[in-house]
């Protein structure tokens, strides 16, 4: 039997044949959140042959007498020998499955995953693995080649459909009607006149390919420059970050498109964009398909699993060219990425707060670095962390400061809302409501900014003082009027809303407290009951579908003022937008967050950045009881760069990220005092290091969450120290806490 290097399964070819026939011990990783790999025994039928099993294959394999699905991860011959099974114990590899093994460099980027978040790679590849089990039952389907009898009656169309076929490629009916610009009932014509001939294959249809020779607008010197570099950047192949800083409407999007257009004109190579929200970026996907002539392939939750089958054995095969996605495409199986770009990188939903607790922006650049490629982060107000490695040189700095074309940015004042005496119930202060008026007799648009979804966040009784709280947290129901019900919205609790308070029975003693967007929304339809009015909110727009309907009325101005939380920063371009009012500017700046001022700054920057966008300029109000806080100082004067310069050297005096790491852990349990116990006793065991500081345990601000207590614990390290390391003795040293749970959060970007 030949054999050569292609024999390897490891790392370690075989030496001799008869190693051929040995079976060998695999490690094998499970999509289990709290496993590593597990050991399993390959017999020879699975090592012989023309494609032996290799790392990355997926596997059938036994687990406590059901059948899972792996991934070969490593050789079995690892260093703890000691506590290795013998071979005859293992239980075998079942079955290899027909998919394309996950890239090494994949495999490697999980296991790098794991070990940043101390988690089990399990967990991280039960991310990277949403599809196999969709893979099996992969379909067979008819496409139609040409090179059959030409039809007795000749048309244009027809024509045009057999022009297409000369190439001899397998395409549905929909494929051919669309690349010969016909309608699918002149393919199906030539299909019955037996002139296309049907084949079977398995497997989903091919996703249409960018056009990166289309030419974008054109640029100005500024971004041609910096589009310049990013082209050079995909050229050359190797690693490199780029922070592409600009002005909101500056261009980043079309600059970093020149880049996207770079890599889709070599003759292989992919292309991932990320993108904070994707299921509500229609604009986004409008300007791509716009500027590459075909939609990008799409990857989010929000897919079905034949959708989700579709893209991903496309980005396997290399075939996709460009996805976009949600932080989870970058556990997608790029078979050669050329470019990533990370849009908004600033964006706090770049952290996933649950399971694996990661940072898509930060794990993008890990993952530049293992596939060698140019790394794109584009913001208009960027993180400190990645100011930080532009400034000391680590990135490559890119600014655009202008506005494109005749747009300006927007002038912005704050409003002492110390001298306003607002009557109860209302929130809009005189010079806005004045503003608003004056926008609406122009004709322009408006957009009234209030972080807060529902219509009051919080409810009680005038009779007896009850206050609605989540049975499950700590947490008060917030009222959502359109749907009648009251809401937690952190466990996700609903109950329809009362008529009667439920301690006292009192009717019609039930008050809201505090303004919600559907709150404002209600004062402003009885300021001005004609204009048209609509809430952009997570649970409102809901499906993208909805979203994209309500993006195309804002964009056509049907809308006259909108009112929206933090779902608008999301760099939408609203032509006819002119004023924004923020009604509770200081909403972002209590709380323990040491990124507070930060967030607000880049927030309220990025909301006051959906003024003025076209040819008329904007302006900003923000409603502020702190209007001489540092932040609302530098938004009004416009001193972005003294506001970073300041927040950084604060941080840096306080030891806080990106000048020291910080690791949160988090306790919980359903017993309060057991979970205290726990947390009380776990800190006896925290490391003893000058550099090193443990703050608690201390009851977490959300003290019960979905019916367990929580207590918090903060590591804060000198920036020089391995805090993986660190915790992972700690956690082996600590004896096991039963009936407690102890959440580990690297580099958390939330504290509640
Ligand atoms: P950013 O991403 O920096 O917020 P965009 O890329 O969204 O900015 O650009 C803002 C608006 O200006 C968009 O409508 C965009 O199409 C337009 N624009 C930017 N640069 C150019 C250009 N060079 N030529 C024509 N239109 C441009
Ligand atoms: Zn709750």
């Known amino acids: 039997m030949p054999y050569s290097a292609t024999y390897i399964v490891t790392g370690k070819p075989y030496k001799t044949v008869s190693d051929l026939f040995e079976t060998r011990r695999l490690r094998v990783l499970l999509p289990r959140p709290l496993l590593g790999p597990l050991d399993y025994a390959c017999g020879q039928e699975l090592l012989a042959g023309d494609s032996p099993l290799k790392t990355g294959d997926f596997v059938r394999v036994p687990l406590a007498g059901r059948k899972e699905i792996g991934v070969v991860w490593a050789d079995g011959n690892h260093e703890e020998e000691g506590d290795l099974l013998p071979l005859e114990k293992l239980k075998p590899i079942q079955q290899r499955l027909s998919l394309p093994p996950l890239p090494d460099t994949l495999c490697r980027f999980i296991d790098w995953v794991a070990d940043y978040t101390l988690t089990q790679p399990g967990a991280v590849l039960k991310m990277a693995m949403s599809v196999p089990r969709a893979v099996e039952e992969m379909p067979r389907r008819t496409l139609y080649v040409g090179g059959g009898s030409l039809p007795s009656k000749m048309t244009d169309a027809r024509r045009a459909v057999l022009a297409v076929a000369a190439d001899g490629r397998a395409r549905s009916v929909q494929d051919f009607a669309r690349r010969a610009d016909v309608s699918a009932s002149v393919v199906r014509g030539l299909v019955k006149a037996e002139s296309l001939l049907p084949i079977q294959v398995a497997g ?57 257009a770079e890599a889709i004109r070599a003759t292989t190579g992919q292309v991932m964009v990320l993108l904070p929200e994707i299921a509500l970026t229609s604009q986004w996907l409008d300007r791509f398909r716009e500027r590459f002539g075909e939609a990008p392939v799409v990857w989010h939750s929000d897919l079905t699993l034949a959708q989700r089958r579709r893209a991903w054995m496309a980005v396997a095969s290399g075939q996709a060219r460009v996805v976009v996605g949600a932080r989870s495409a970058l556990f997608l199986p790029f078979a050669e990425l050329s470019l990533i770009v990370v849009d908004e990188e600033h964006s706090p939903t770049y952290k996933q707060e649950e399971g694996v607790m990661y940072n898509a922006r930060d794990m993008a650049v890990v993952r530049g670095k293992m596939s060698a490629c140019a790394v794109v982060l584009a913001s208009a107000t960027p993180s400190l962390e990645t100011l930080i490695n532009a400034q000391s040189e680590k990135y490559h700095w890119l600014y655009l400061g202008e506005r494109h074309g005749e747009a300006v940015l927007p002038d912005i004042e704050a409003i002492d809302m110390r001298k306003m005496k607002m009557p109860a ?68 609790y609903h109950t329809t809303m009362p008529d009667k308070c439920p301690s006292c029975e009192a009717e019609d003693s039930l008050a809201a407290c505090g303004p919600g967007v559907e709150r404002l929304a209600e004062e402003v339809e009885r300021l001005w009951p004609e204009a048209r009015v609509a809430i952009m909110a997570s649970d409102v727009m809901g499906h993208p579908e909805r979203a994209r309907q309500m993006i195309r009325q804002i964009t056509d101005h049907e809308v006259d003022i909108i009112i929206g939380t933090q779902i608008v920063t999301k760099g939408y371009h609203f032509p006819a937008l002119t004023l924004v009012g923020v009604i509770d500017a200081d909403l972002g700046l209590g709380g323990g967050d040491p990124r507070a001022a930060e967030r607000t700054f880049q927030q309220l920057e990025q909301v006051a950045g959906r003024a003025g966008r076209a040819e008329k300029p904007g302006r900003v109000f923000l409603q ?43 306790l919980s349990g359903a017993d309060m005092a057991k979970v205290a116990d726990a947390a009380r006793h776990f800190v006896r065991y925290a490391p003893r290091d000058p550099r090193i500081q443990v703050l608690g345990p201390v009851p977490a601000p959300l003290a019960r969450l979905r019916d367990r207590h929580r207590y918090r614990i903060l590591l804060k390290a000198e920036k020089g120290i391995n805090v993986q390391k660190v915790l992972s003795h700690w956690q082996k040293t600590a004896p096991k806490m039963k009936g407690v749970r102890l959440q580990i959060d690297v580099d958390p970007h939330s504290f509640y």
Not at 208 to 213: A, L, M, N, Q, Y
């Open 204 to 260: 989903d249809d091919d996703f249409p390919v960018p056009d990166g020779f289309r030419h974008g607008p054109a640029l100005s010197n500024d971004q041609t420059a910096a589009a310049l570099a990013l082209r050079e950047g995909v050229q050359q192949g190797a690693f490199a970050v780029y922070l592409l800083e600009g002005v909101t409407g500056s261009g980043k999007t079309e600059v970093y498109f020149e880049a996207i």
């Open 425 to 492: 119930g209302q929130w809009l202060s005189p010079p806005l409501v004045d503003a608003l008026g004056a926008g609406l007799e122009k004709g322009e648009q408006s957009l009234l900014y209030l972080n807060r979804r529902g219509y009051a966040p919080l409810t009680l009784c005038r009779s007896c003082g009850h206050r609605f709280e989540c049975a499950s947290c700590s947490a008060w129901l917030v009222e959502h009027r359109h749907k009648h019900q009251l809401m937690c919205h952190h466990c996700g």
């Open 624 to 666: 502020s009881y702190m209007p001489d806080h540092p932040v609302m100082a530098a938004l009004i004067a416009g001193e972005r760069d003294a506001f970073y310069e300041q927040e950084a050297e604060s941080r840096e005096r306080q030891g806080m990220p990106p000048f020291g790491k910080l690791v949160g852990l988090i």
